[in-house]
């Protein structure tokens, strides 16, 4: 019985993609810009700047809502985040907008 062996990233890979038989020596580029996000979001995510750009964006985020909506619906999401209301009130109030 053999086993299907992974080639190394730099080694020569003998099965390739499956459909163009195109033989990749080294590591999809993709792959390594989504290994690289990854790793950044890991890196970032216990220091101050990544909690002040996530409040930044929340924040943001508030603001486009506020005023888009209007402050009566902005109270009313509010309220539901701090579970003051049911979701079936918040969709009774969307219906009466």
């Known amino acids: 019985m053999s086993k299907h062996r992974i080639a190394h990233p730099a080694q020569h890979d003998s099965v390739g993609d499956g459909v163009r038989r195109q ?3 080294y590591p999809h580029p ?3 810009a989504r290994d690289h996000a990854e790793a950044e979001r890991i890196r970032l995510a216990d220091t101050a700047a990544y909690s002040s750009m ?3 964006w929340g924040r943001l985020g508030g603001l486009t809502t506020y005023y888009r ?3 009566s ?3 009313l999401l509010a309220l539901r985040r701090w579970t003051r209301i049911s979701p079936e009130d918040l969709e009774a109030a969307r219906e009466r907008r």
Do not use: D
Request: glycine letters at 6%; a positive charge; charged letters at 15%.
């Open 69 to 71: 909506y209007g402050p």
């Open 73 to 75: 619906w902005f109270r």
């Open 23 to 25: 033989v990749y020596r």
């Open 54 to 56: 996530c409040a930044t």
């Open 30 to 32: 993709l792959s390594l």
